[in-house]
C-alpha cells in the first residue's frame, strides 16, 4: 500500500550542529516530496520540496537529498538553531492528484 | 503566515452531532485540500476542491463532505460524529498548475465527547 515512514521519532542536537532527518517511502508513482515543519498547535510549514527527476535541492540551510534506488529522502538542517525545534514530517505527492501523504513525524530537539 | 484562515479555533461536539469548519485559501490559490491528523499522527488527506467541485478523495466515509465557494473558500462537513473523529482539521490551499505546493492554515481541534 501507500506509505511514508520516518525512520526515527526524536532526534535530539546541539545548537549548532547538523541535522538529518531520514523518510522513507514506497509509492514509484509520486512525482513531488515535500517537507514539512510543524510547531505545536500550529499547521504544517513548507519548508523545502523537490522532484522525483532530481536527487538534491538546497535552500537556506536545508537540504534535500533523494535516492530513488532505496526509496529514501532526507533534510539536512544547517547550524540547528532553537527556533528549528519542531516536529518535521516528509510528505510525498501522488502524481498529478495533489493528494499528500504524510509520515508520523520526527521531532528535533534543539540542545542550547 | 501563509495566507490561509481557519475557523473555529477550537470545538467541542457530541457524539452523533454535525460540525461544519471553514477554511479561506490563500489569495490567488483556487484549489483548497483539506487533511484530519489525529494526536501524534501526520496529516490525512480527506479530499479535495477545485473549481467548486471534488477533485479526489481519501479514505474516509461519505459523512464527511465539502463545499467550495466562488471565491475559493471551503467548508468541511461531518455528520453523525464519532469519538474517533476527534482531531485537528487542516485546511491547505494551493494552485492547480503546482497541486503538490500546498500551504496549510492553522488547523481546526475538534473534541467530540
Known amino acids: 500500500g501507500e506509505s511514508v515512514g520516518l525512520h526515527l521519532p526524536t532526534l535530539s542536537v546541539q545548537e549548532g550542529d547538523n541535522s538529518i532527518i531520514n523518510c522513507a517511502y514506497s509509492n514509484s508513482a509520486s512525482d513531488y516530496f515535500i517537507w514539512y515543519k510543524q510547531e505545536s498547535g500550529k499547521g504544517p510549514q513548507f519548508i523545502i520540496d523537490?522532484?522525483?527527476?532530481?536527487d538534491k535541492r538546497q535552500g537556506q540551510r536545508v537540504t534535500v537529498l533523494l535516492n530513488k534506488t532505496v526509496k529514501h529522502l532526507s533534510l539536512q538542517i544547517a547550524a540547528t538553531q532553537p527556533g528549528d525545534s519542531a516536529v518535521y514530517f516528509c510528505?510525498?505527492?501522488?502524481?498529478?492528484?495533489?493528494?499528500?501523504?504524510f509520515g508520523q513525524g520526527t521531532t528535533l530537539q534543539v540542545k542550547p | 503566515e501563509t495566507g490561509v484562515t481557519q475557523s473555529p479555533t477550537h470545538l467541542i461536539k457530541t457524539r452523533g452531532q454535525q460540525v461544519t469548519l471553514r477554511c479561506s485559501s490563500q489569495s490567488g490559490h483556487n484549489t483548497v485540500s483539506w487533511y484530519q491528523q489525529a494526536l501524534g499522527q501526520g496529516p490525512q488527506f480527506i479530499f479535495q476542491?477545485?473549481?467548486?467541485?471534488?477533485?479526489g478523495r481519501g479514505n474516509f466515509p461519505p459523512r464527511f463532505s465539502g463545499l467550495q465557494f466562488p471565491n475559493y473558500s471551503s467548508e468541511l462537513n461531518v455528520n453523525a460524529l464519532e469519538l474517533d473523529d476527534s482531531a485537528l482539521y487542516l485546511c491547505?490551499?494551493?494552485?492547480?498548475?503546482?497541486?503538490?505546493?500546498?500551504?496549510f492554515g492553522p488547523g481546526t481541534r475538534l473534541t467530540v465527547t
Open positions: 510528505a510525498e505527492n501522488i502524481r498529478n492528484t495533489g493528494k499528500l501523504i
Open positions: 491547505a490551499s494551493s494552485l492547480a498548475g503546482a497541486l503538490y505546493e500546498q500551504y
Open positions: 476542491y477545485y473549481r467548486e467541485e471534488e477533485n
Open positions: 523537490i522532484r522525483s527527476n532530481m
